[in-house]
C-alpha cells in the first residue's frame, strides 16, 4: 500500500506520534476542538511537504515564495507536492469578486474583446467602420476653414523609453510627436521612465481645412493610418477647448460621430484606468457625506439639534472649544434662517426642500456675517463645509471623525455600481454586456453559456474561452456555490464560501498526484449541498490525488476512505492517536468519542418540552433585499430561534443586512444602511442586540483572550495588591505587555524578536532579555502562589480556572471560556492564531461574562463552526442558559444538532439564489421535520428519528415536542440533556 508515514510528531501539542494514512485516498482528521488536528494536517504533514517542495527550487526562484517553517518532526516519507486549502479570510481588496478570484472574469474580458459586439454609448446604435474617404468628408464637413493637427497614435499607455521609435521616425523625415500630451520636437525627444505608461501619438500633418487642400488631407490620413494601423485622431490647433475626434477604420458611430479604438480587453477591466469608471476608479462605489448621518432625526428643529453635526461639531482630538464652535455654528444658521425665513422651531422634515438644500449643500447663495473676522461671506452648507474639512484639513483626527461620523459608501451615480466606461457597457454578446453577466448568479451564468447562439466565425474564435469559462462556472456548481453571484465582493465571502472557491479553482487545474490538505470545507453548507462537495472531493481523490480534511461533519466522516481522531480532551491533554483505520473499522472503535456519536452510542438530544417564550414578537414586515420575496417573518422572543434553509436560501439577508443593521442604528446610532424592507415592529420587546461573529479578535499578536473580555485587568490588579508589589510601588499598569514601565524593551513586550532573511523565510528568535516572557526581571519577582504574571498568561483556561478558584471576578470570566468549549486555549494565544470559530467562542463568553437585563437579543451565524460533537453539547448548553435566563437567541445554523434542539424553526428556501427568498416553513422542529417541501425538514426527520430511538433504548422518557407552560420548572425544558452511553 502506498502511504505517508510520519514520525515522531512533536509540533504544538502533539505528543511525538507516529502514523502511518493510506495515499490517493480521503482521509479525515477529527477530534475536539484544541486536540492537535490543524498541528498534524497543515503545521507537520502539509508544512513538511510544501518545505520539500520549495527548497528543490533555484535561490533565487524561492525569494518570491513563502517558505514554511520546519515543523517539529523527526521523519515524514511518501509525501507529493503539498496544497493547502484552508479556512482563510477572504480578500479584503474591494476590487476582488468572485468572478477575479476564479479566473473567470479574465475570461469574459478576452471573451468580450473577440466577439463582442459594440454600440454607441450615446445612441445605442451599431458601430461602423471608417473609410479614408469618409473620413476626408467628416472632416471638410466638421472642421471647415480650421486649422488641425492630425496625430497617428503609436504607443498608447505602456512602458517603456522608446528611443529606437524616436529614431526611426526622425529618419523617416517626421519633426514632432506628442508624447503624454506634450508636443515635441524629435531633434530633442524628451526621456521617458522605463517603468511608467506612456502615450506617443506621431504628429502627422498640421492642415488648413478646406476643400483645396482635399489630396494633401487624404495623403496625410493614409499616412496617419498606417502607422497607427487603422487609427487617427483630428483635433483643433487652437482654442480654449480645442475640438478632438477620433476616427477608425474599423470602430466609430456615423451617427452621433464618436470614434473608437480597437476592442481590447483591458477596456472591460475595472482596474485599468482604460475600462475602470472614472468617476469612482473602477470600485462601483463612492464614500459620500450622508444626509442622514448629518441630521440623523429629522423629527427635531434646528433650535432642537436637528443639524448634529454643528450641534456637536468635529473639533480636536480633546475636543477643546467644543461648545464655542457649537456656538459659533449656530449663529451662522441663526444668521441664514433669518434671511431665508426659515423658521428654527419647524421640524426638520417639515421644512421645503428648497429650504433644507440651503442648510445643507448652501444652494441659494446666502450670506451671514462672521462672528470672527467680522466680513460679510457666502454660506456653503453643512454638508459642503463637511466635504471641503475632510478634503482639506492637516488633522488626521478630523478627516477620521468626518468619515466615522458621517460618511458611508454610496454606489457610484455614473456607472450605477457596474465599475466600468460607458464605452465597456456598450459592448453586447447574447444581449448582455459584461456587468450584466457579471449581475447573474454561477447558476444562471451557466445557463445563460450553454444557450447561448453565435455565428459559425465566432464559435471558432470563442471555442477555448467558452469551454473554460464554462468549466469554471461548473466546478463553482458543484461545491455547492451555485447562489452567488459573479461580482460579489470576496470581502463579503464567509470563510467557508472563500476555501469552496478556492477547491473549485483547484479541481478546474487537473492536477494528478497532489496531496490536498482542507480545513473543514463543510462550513456554511446545508446537508443537501454537502452531498454534492463530497461528490466533488471523491472526484478530486479519483485523479489519484491524496485528500487530508480537518472535519468534524458526520457525512464527511462517514464518506471518507480513512479517519484518524486525535485526543483524548484539548490542549495539553490531546495531541495523541486515540484511533485510527478505514472507516468501517474506526466506527466499531470503542475508545473513539467521534465514533460513539456517529453508530449511536452518545447522542445530543432534543428537549422533553420546548420553551413557551414571553409572547412577545419582532416582526419583519416586507423584506426584500437582495433575494428575499418581499416576506413577512415572526420572531418570537424568549426562545432559542434558528433560520434555516440551503446555502444562498437569503438567511444572513434577513438577520444581517436587515434586522440587525435596523437594530444597530436604534440602540448604537450605527450608520450602516439596513436592507430593504417596509418596517419592523415589536423592537420595544428588547433593549439591546448582540452579534457575535466570526471576526477576529484582534488584528495584532498583542490582543489575547484575556485581554480581549477584560480578564487581564483584573488579572493585572491583582498582582499590584501583592505585597511584593506595593512595597516597589507597583500598579496595575506595571504588568502590561504594551506600555513602558514593567515590559521587556528589548522586545518592546512581544517575547520574540523577527530577523529577516533574505533567501529563506523570517525567523522568530525568542527574545534573549526576556526569554519569550514579554516582561522584564523586576516584573517578574512579583509572584502570586509561586506564579508570575508570564507564567499565568502561559496557562490554558483550564489550570487558570483551578489556579484562581478562590478569586470569584477572576473565576468568573474563566469559567464562561471553560463553557464555550475554550479550555484548552492559553489566556496569552494571541489573537491572530484563533480560528473563527474559536474567535467566535470567545465573544460569546465576553457577553456571557456580563451581567444580562434578560430583553438581550443574541445573533449568532454558524456558532458550531470547527467544534466536535462533544463541543457542541458544551455550546448549547450556554446557549439555552442564555435563553433560559429570558433572553432571546437567534441562530443562523446548518448543524442538525443545534436545529433539532431549538425552541422555533424558520426556514428559508425552497432554493438559493433566485430561487430562495421565501418562507418554506416555521414552526417547531417536529413540524419542520413534517414538511415535505422542505430540504431542512427532510434532513432533520432522521435526526429526530434516531434521537427518538436512543431515548427508547435507554430508557429515557420521549421528548413531546410540546410547549412547555411559560412558567413552568426551566429543569423540565432543559434542552440538552447530557448524552449518554447505551446499556
Not at 451599431?126 to 464637413?141: H, M, P, R, Y
Not at 472591460?268 to 432625526?297: H, T
Not at 473554460?468 to 456555490?481: D, Q
Not at 516582561?775 to 489550570?799: H, P, R, W
Request: proline content about 4%; aromatic content about 8%.
Amino acid at each position: 500500500m502506498k502511504s505517508i508515514k510520519v514520525v515522531g510528531a512533536k509540533g504544538h501539542n502533539l505528543k511525538n506520534i507516529t502514523l502511518e494514512i493510506p495515499k490517493e485516498k480521503m482521509i479525515v482528521v477529527t477530534g475536539l476542538s484544541g486536540s492537535g488536528k490543524s498541528s498534524l494536517a497543515f503545521d507537520t504533514i502539509y508544512a513538511e511537504g510544501q518545505r520539500r517542495y520549495v527548497e528543490s527550487m533555484s535561490a533565487y526562484a524561492r525569494q518570491f515564495l513563502e517558505l514554511m517553517e520546519k515543523p517539529d518532526v523527526e521523519h515524514i516519507s511518501g509525501l507529493s507536492p503539498a496544497i493547502s486549502i484552508e479556512q482563510r479570510n477572504p480578500s479584503k481588496n474591494p476590487r476582488s469578486t468572485v468572478a477575479t478570484v476564479t479566473e473567470i472574469y479574465d475570461y469574459l474580458r478576452l471573451l468580450f474583446a473577440r466577439i463582442g459586439h459594440r454600440h454607441c454609448p450615446q445612441c445605442g446604435r451599431a458601430v461602423q467602420s471608417w473609410s479614408v474617404q469618409g473620413i476626408t468628408a467628416d472632416i471638410l464637413k466638421k472642421f471647415a476653414d480650421t486649422n488641425v493637427y492630425l496625430f497617428s497614435p503609436i504607443v498608447r499607455g505602456r512602458a517603456g523609453t522608446y528611443e529606437e521609435l524616436f529614431a526611426k521616425l526622425k529618419k523617416e523625415g517626421f519633426v514632432k510627436v506628442r508624447v503624454n500630451g506634450v508636443i515635441c520636437s524629435l531633434d530633442t525627444p524628451p526621456t521617458l521612465e522605463r517603468y511608467k505608461k506612456h502615450t506617443i501619438e506621431l504628429l502627422a500633418d498640421e492642415v488648413f481645412v478646406e476643400e483645396f487642400e482635399r489630396e494633401r488631407l487624404v495623403e496625410s490620413l493614409e499616412l496617419a493610418l498606417k502607422y497607427s494601423k487603422g487609427l487617427v485622431s483630428v483635433e483643433e490647433t487652437e482654442g480654449k477647448k480645442p475640438r478632438a475626434f477620433t476616427y477608425s477604420e474599423n470602430n466609430a458611430c456615423a451617427h452621433c460621430g464618436i470614434g473608437f479604438s480597437e476592442l481590447e480587453p483591458r477596456l472591460f477591466s475595472f482596474n485599468s484606468p482604460y475600462g475602470a469608471c472614472p468617476e469612482c476608479n473602477g470600485l462601483g462605489i463612492k464614500i459620500e457625506i450622508a444626509e442622514d448621518l448629518v441630521v440623523p432625526d429629522p423629527e427635531l428643529s434646528i433650535n432642537q439639534g436637528a443639524i448634529a453635526a454643528w450641534d456637536n461639531p468635529v473639533t480636536t482630538r480633546t475636543h477643546r472649544w467644543k461648545s464655542s464652535w457649537s456656538g459659533y455654528y449656530y449663529d451662522i444658521l441663526k444668521q441664514v434662517c433669518r434671511q431665508a425665513k426659515i423658521n428654527m422651531n419647524t421640524p426638520w422634515n417639515k421644512l421645503a426642500k428648497t429650504q433644507r438644500d440651503l442648510l445643507l449643500y448652501g444652494t441659494g447663495g446666502a450670506q451671514y456675517t462672521s462672528v470672527i473676522s467680522g466680513t460679510s461671506q457666502e454660506f456653503e452648507g453643512v454638508i459642503t463645509n463637511l466635504k471641503r474639512r475632510h478634503d482639506e484639513s492637516e488633522s488626521d483626527f478630523v478627516k477620521e471623525e468626518v468619515y466615522n461620523r458621517f460618511m458611508r459608501e454610496v454606489t457610484c451615480p455614473v456607472c450605477l455600481g457596474k465599475r466600468l466606461k460607458p464605452e465597456a457597457l456598450a459592448v453586447y454578446i447574447g444581449g448582455k454586456n459584461i456587468a450584466q453577466i457579471g449581475q447573474m448568479q454561477v447558476s444562471a451564468a451557466k445557463q445563460f453559456f450553454e444557450q447561448l447562439t453565435l455565428t459559425d466565425k465566432e464559435k471558432t474564435i470563442a471555442k477555448d474561452v467558452l469551454k473554460e469559462i464554462k468549466a469554471r462556472l461548473e466546478f463553482l456548481n458543484s461545491v455547492g456555490l451555485s447562489y452567488l453571484t459573479l461580482d460579489r465582493k470576496s470581502q463579503t465571502l464567509s470563510g467557508g464560501e472563500a476555501q469552496r472557491i478556492h477547491l473549485a479553482t483547484q479541481i478546474g487545474s487537473g492536477l494528478t498526484g497532489v496531496l490536498y490538505v482542507l480545513d473543514e470545507p463543510t462550513i456554511g453548507l446545508h446537508s443537501r449541498d454537502n452531498d454534492r462537495l463530497i461528490a466533488t472531493l471523491k472526484e478530486l481523490r479519483d485523479l489519484d490525488n491524496t485528500l487530508i480534511i480537518v472535519e468534524h461533519d458526520k457525512d464527511t466522516i462517514l464518506a471518507a476512505d480513512w479517519v484518524v481522531e486525535l485526543g483524548p480532551a484539548a490542549g495539553e491533554h490531546g495531541g495523541e492517536v486515540v484511533a485510527q483505520g478505514p472507516t468501517d473499522r474506526f466506527l466499531k472503535d470503542e475508545k473513539s468519542l467521534t465514533a460513539s456519536y456517529l453508530n449511536g452510542r452518545r447522542c445530543i438530544l432534543p428537549p422533553e418540552k420546548l420553551r413557551a417564550g414571553n409572547g412577545k414578537f419582532i416582526e419583519i414586515i416586507g423584506a426584500q433585499q437582495f433575494n428575499l420575496k418581499n416576506i413577512d417573518v415572526k420572531i418570537p422572543l424568549g426562545k432559542m430561534v434558528c433560520v434555516t434553509g440551503v446555502s444562498g436560501s437569503g438567511k444572513s439577508t434577513l438577520v444581517h443586512q436587515i434586522l440587525y443593521k435596523t437594530l444597530a442604528q436604534k440602540f448604537y446610532h450605527a450608520k450602516d444602511v439596513p436592507g430593504q424592507h417596509k418596517r419592523i415592529k415589536g423592537l420595544e420587546n428588547i433593549d439591546k442586540v448582540i452579534i457575535v461573529d466570526q471576526s477576529p479578535i484582534g488584528k495584532t499578536p498583542r490582543s489575547n483572550p484575556a485581554t480581549y473580555i477584560g480578564l487581564f485587568t483584573h488579572i493585572r490588579e491583582l498582582f499590584a495588591e501583592m505585597p511584593e508589589a506595593k512595597r516597589r510601588g507597583y500598579k496595575a499598569g506595571r504588568f502590561s505587555f504594551n506600555v513602558k514601565g514593567g515590559r521587556c524593551e528589548k522586545c518592546q513586550g512581544d517575547g520574540i524578536l523577527k530577523i529577516q532573511m533574505q533567501f529563506l523565510p523570517d525567523i522568530y528568535v525568542r527574545c534573549e532579555e526576556c526569554n519569550g516572557k514579554r516582561f522584564n526581571e523586576d516584573t517578574l519577582q512579583v509572584t502570586f502562589k509561586g506564579k508570575n504574571i508570564a507564567d499565568v498568561l502561559d496557562m490554558s483556561v483550564s489550570q487558570a480556572l483551578e489556579f484562581f478558584d478562590s478569586i470569584p471576578k477572576i473565576k468568573r470570566y474563566l469559567q464562561t471560556l471553560h463553557d464555550v468549549g475554550l479550555g484548552y486555549i492559553k489566556l496569552g494565544q494571541a489573537a491572530t492564531t484563533l480560528s473563527g470559530g474559536e474567535a467566535q467562542r470567545v465573544k460569546l463568553a465576553d457577553e456571557l461574562s456580563r451581567k444580562g437585563t434578560g430583553k438581550t437579543l443574541y445573533i449568532l451565524d454558524e456558532p458550531t463552526t470547527g467544534l466536535h460533537f462533544a463541543d457542541i453539547d458544551k455550546l448549547l448548553h450556554v446557549l439555552h442558559g442564555l435563553a433560559d435566563r429570558g433572553n432571546s437567541v437567534l441562530i443562523i445554523e446548518h448543524n442538525l444538532d443545534v436545529i433539532k434542539t431549538a425552541d422555533w424553526l424558520i426556514d428559508l428556501g425552497p432554493e438559493g439564489g433566485d430561487k430562495g427568498g421565501l418562507i418554506v416553513a416555521q414552526g417547531t422542529p417536529y413540524e419542520i421535520a413534517a414538511c415535505p417541501q422542505s430540504y431542512t425538514g427532510h434532513y432533520l426527520k432522521t435526526e429526530l428519528e434516531e434521537a427518538a430511538a436512543f431515548r427508547r433504548a435507554n430508557g429515557l422518557p420521549p421528548a413531546t415536542g410540546k410547549t412547555a407552560s411559560a412558567n413552568g420548572d426551566p429543569r423540565n425544558r432543559s434542552l440538552t440533556k447530557k448524552s449518554t452511553r447505551k446499556k
